[in-house]
């Protein structure tokens, strides 16, 4: 894939044999990203900044699964939307294939985009009802100049049937409304894979999926990724999913990633008190465990207008150091080698 920066002016569709990236390069690299929200009082006075995403730093290989887990507010949206550009940064810098993107424009900003998937977490929602399953996933085709219809109903086709949507011919004539839950969101998997892109941004894919559509659709987006070498963003609240679907888990909390690492070292070796409560919170297979009462923090997610001082964690965290954490926010310690954690308990 010719990279972001040398892409000609145009809407030309990119082709999967064009590329010349392999698994293992560098796919996206996140910056100290900063993406703050002017809030303005009467429609003019400047009241102050809702500071969404606040200092992530990150990179994504070539068939790699991130996985940004956190609950509702935590910034794991803001930071998915200025990833898809749909938010300009405030500070920081994302790269694409070696070039900043910050300030695409215009075709070259249509162009980086036709190299990104979107995968959104209500399928129903992302699809308009008025439109059926052919018209739906032909039209980023017809967005980025595939012209000659016989390509694009070969394409819809080939899409269709990659998501395991077979004959594909029986699918296309259908509106939204006449599919199942996992037939819908094996659709809006087909359209984020019609323009074969590079990275695939999955949103909460399977929260509103029942328990048993779920690990079918997981395996799904395993075996595109694998087949067509994706890096992949997995934006999550569950992390009973993420142990199947990740190499890397990112949490997050107050727009701050407070520990990373990969898989094992994070499931295994959990060393912040957040991630304790997030693992506390995620069901349980296990019917005998049912009926445990589980301890989590109290409390809600400090307002990202006004984050508390020190580590942000702190008003809720069980083992809060009074004379540290409610003063000075906590650096990035390395426990073991690339797990990083952002809490003074292990100063």
């Known amino acids: 894939m010719t990279p972001i920066n040398k892409i000609t002016q145009g809407n030309a569709p990119h082709k999967q044999a064009d590329r010349k990236s392999t698994a293992g390069d560098q796919l996206l690299k996140i910056n100290d990203l900063h993406v703050w929200f ?38 794991k949206t803001s930071l998915m939307r200025t990833i898809l550009l749909l938010n300009r940064p405030t500070k920081g810098e994302v790269s694409f294939e070696g070039a900043a993107i910050n300030n695409l424009k215009a075709n070259d900003l249509k162009n980086y985009r036709s190299h990104v998937g979107y995968v959104q977490q209500d399928p129903y929602g992302a699809m308009p009802p008025f439109m059926n399953i052919q018209n739906i996933l032909e039209e980023p085709l017809k967005i980025n100049g595939v012209k000659d219809a016989t390509e694009r109903f070969n394409r819809v086709k080939k899409a269709l049937e990659e ?9 296309m004539a259908k509106f939204p409304h006449q599919l199942s839950g996992g037939q819908q969101q094996r659709v809006v998997i087909a359209r984020a894979m019609i323009m074969e892109p590079q990275l695939l941004i999955a949103d909460e894919p399977v929260s509103m999926l029942d328990a048993s559509v779920r690990v079918e659709i997981l395996k799904l987006l395993r075996g595109l990724q694998n087949k067509h070498n994706l890096g992949v963003i997995y934006i999550t609240h569950d992390l009973s999913t993420v142990r199947y679907f990740s190499e890397q888990i990112f949490v997050m909390y107050a727009g701050q990633v407070v520990e990373r690492g990969n898989v094992k070292q994070m499931l295994q070796n959990t060393k912040h008190p957040y991630t304790f409560a997030l693992l506390e919170a995620t069901s349980d297979p296990d019917a005998n465990n049912a009926i445990i009462q589980k301890e989590v923090p109290p409390g809600e997610p400090p307002s990202l207008v006004n984050p508390p001082a020190g580590c942000r964690f702190h008003p809720r965290c069980p083992h809060v150091i009074q004379s540290l954490c409610e003063v000075e926010e906590p650096p990035e310690f390395e426990p073991e080698a690339g797990h990083r954690v952002k809490c003074w308990l292990l100063k």
């Open 38 to 75: 002017e809030m303005r009082k009467w429609g003019f006075r400047h009241a102050g900044f809702v500071r969404a995403v606040d200092g992530v730093t990150f990179n994504l290989r070539n068939n790699e699964t991130i996985a940004i887990v956190g609950e509702s507010g935590c910034g």
């Open 163 to 171: 998501v395991k949507m077979s004959p594909a011919e029986e699918f």
